[in-house]
């Protein structure tokens, strides 16, 4: 890759004091003096870059390879080639993250729009009634409704609308052209572009005369300490109570959460998942890419929901569901072995059968 005036390299620090703030121990300290400025992938990294290897498998990455060091386990050490030294670590992938927060600590969140400006914008629109605190940025064209309150170290970028009465807590990022309405903000919450949190929930009652009426939804959205919002994701506000989002959760691009859901604390939830309303989801829950989640159940604390399932029931805590509809995923990759071997079946009758 061309160099990334994006994310241009860090002035450089020593192997070994990066191994000592990641927590990973030099196999060879004789190297512990070379100097590392940025994270690549193994099969591109130079002599100035740090990569990660988690499996074996990935072995011929090494082939081009000329890193500064790479992170990586005990059992994978015995592939590394000599040329490369080891940083020996129990959790490869959050050490490469320490890593990769220290010499990149910018692109941790959305990048400012205008370098060197700070303070609030002459071309923002803030009502008179907002309270602010010191040390917050405004971009150009925010809009920032009546009776806000915001906290200081935060960031509000271009085109981003502010409903009125909204919260939103201290060193929090809102990125351009997101809407928060009706909502209370924690703090170090870090919403994408795009996103949409605190409108209408979906919510209609059948009309005396056909069609269907408006149910009012008067709830709010709470996001807990340390949540992040993906890119044109949507966060319905409840009808009645409250929809929630867990401190430490984060939730990627174009998700739908509906009205009066409950995510609770460290959930991982990926692209185009459609969680309907007043759904409980416990802590530490993982769901994959385009899962959708019924309404009015219950995912326990822990458990893991495979890509494109489709969840219709309860799902105890600590399981792992997959399938449409979901279920233990034992179960259904036991399923999906057996309808693979009659369709085989079926293909060599039929092969056979045409041969004679």
Same mark, same amino acid.
């Given at each position: 890759?061309?160099?990334?005036?994006f994310f241009p390299p860090?002035?450089?620090?020593?192997?070994?004091?990066?191994?000592?703030?990641?927590?990973?121990?030099?196999?060879?300290?004789?190297?512990?003096?070379?100097?590392?400025?940025?994270?690549?992938?193994?099969?591109?990294?130079?002599?100035?870059?740090?990569?990660?290897?988690?499996?074996?498998?990935?072995?011929?990455?090494?082939?081009?390879?000329?890193?500064?060091?790479?992170?990586?386990?005990?059992?994978?050490?015995?592939?590394?080639?000599?040329?490369?030294?080891?940083?020996?670590?129990?959790?490869?992938?959050?050490?490469?993250?320490?890593?990769?927060?220290?010499?990149?600590?910018?692109?941790?969140?959305?990048?400012?729009?205008?370098?060197?400006?700070?303070?609030?914008?002459?071309?923002?629109?803030?009502?008179?009634?907002?309270?602010?605190?010191?040390?917050?940025?405004?971009?150009?064209?925010?809009?920032?409704?009546?009776?806000?309150?915001? =906290?200081? @170290? &935060?960031? #509000?970028?271009?085109?981003?609308?502010?409903?009125?009465? !909204? *919260? %939103? $807590? /201290?060193? +929090?990022?809102?990125?351009?052209?997101?809407?928060?309405?009706?909502?209370?903000?924690?703090?170090?919450?870090?919403?994408?572009?795009?996103?949409?949190?605190?409108?209408?929930?979906?919510?209609?009652?059948?009309g005396p005369r056909g069609?269907?009426?408006?149910?009012?939804?008067?709830?709010?959205?709470?996001?807990?300490?340390?949540?992040?919002?993906?890119?044109?994701?949507?966060?319905?506000?409840?009808?009645?109570?409250?929809?929630?989002? =867990?401190? @430490? &959760?984060? #939730?990627?691009?174009?998700?739908?959460?509906?009205?009066? !859901? *409950? %995510? $609770? /604390?460290? +959930?991982?939830?990926?692209?185009?998942?459609?969680?309907?309303?007043?759904?409980?989801?416990?802590?530490?829950?993982?769901?994959?890419?385009?899962?959708?989640?019924?309404?009015?159940?219950?995912?326990?604390?822990?458990?893991?929901?495979?890509?494109?399932?489709?969840?219709?029931?309860?799902?105890?805590?600590?399981?792992?569901?997959?399938?449409?509809?979901?279920?233990?995923?034992?179960?259904?990759?036991?399923?999906?072995?057996?309808?693979?071997?009659?369709?085989?079946?079926?293909?060599?009758?039929?092969?056979?059968?045409?041969?004679?």
């Open positions: 890759m061309d160099a990334n005036w860090h002035d450089g620090l020593r192997l070994s004091d990066l191994a000592e703030r990641i927590g990973a121990s030099l196999q060879d300290e004789s190297v512990g003096d070379r100097i590392v400025s940025s994270v690549a992938p193994t099969y591109r990294a130079g002599p100035r870059d740090i990569c990660y290897m988690l499996q074996r498998r990935y072995r011929d990455e090494f082939t081009t390879s000329q890193a500064a060091a790479v992170i990586c386990n005990e059992a994978v050490a015995s592939i590394v080639p000599p040329h490369i030294p080891v940083l020996f670590a129990k959790y490869p992938h959050t050490a490469f993250a320490l890593a990769g927060a220290i010499f990149h600590p910018e692109a941790l969140r959305p990048i400012q729009n205008l370098a060197g400006q700070s303070g609030i914008s002459p071309a923002a629109f803030v009502d008179p009634t907002a309270r602010l605190e010191d040390g917050i940025d405004i971009e150009a064209t925010a809009v920032i409704g009546a009776g806000v309150e915001i =906290g200081t @170290g &935060t960031r #509000i970028a271009a085109g981003v609308v502010i409903g009125p009465g !909204v *919260r %939103i $807590g /201290r060193d +929090c990022t809102i990125s351009a052209g997101a809407t928060i309405l009706c909502s209370l903000v924690g703090n170090n919450v870090i919403i994408h572009p795009g996103a949409r949190i605190g409108q209408d929930g979906f919510g209609n009652a059948p069609g269907m009426i408006k149910i009012v939804q008067i709830g709010r959205v709470i996001l807990q300490d340390h949540v992040e919002i993906g890119a044109n994701t949507t966060i319905d506000r409840g009808a009645m109570d409250d929809t929630v989002i =867990g401190e @430490g &959760t984060k #939730i990627d691009n174009l998700v739908q959460v509906g009205h009066n !859901v *409950r %995510i $609770g /604390r460290h +959930c991982g939830i990926a692209a185009k998942v459609g969680i309907a309303g007043s759904t409980r989801i416990g802590d530490g829950v993982m769901i994959g890419g385009a899962a959708a989640i019924n309404g009015h159940i219950t995912i326990g604390d822990r458990s893991q929901i495979g890509a494109m399932s489709g969840v219709a029931a309860d799902v105890p805590a600590g399981e792992r569901y997959g399938g449409i509809p979901a279920r233990p995923m034992r179960d259904f990759l036991r399923e999906a072995a057996e309808i693979a071997a009659r369709a085989n079946l079926r293909k060599r009758k039929t092969t056979t059968g045409d041969k004679q």
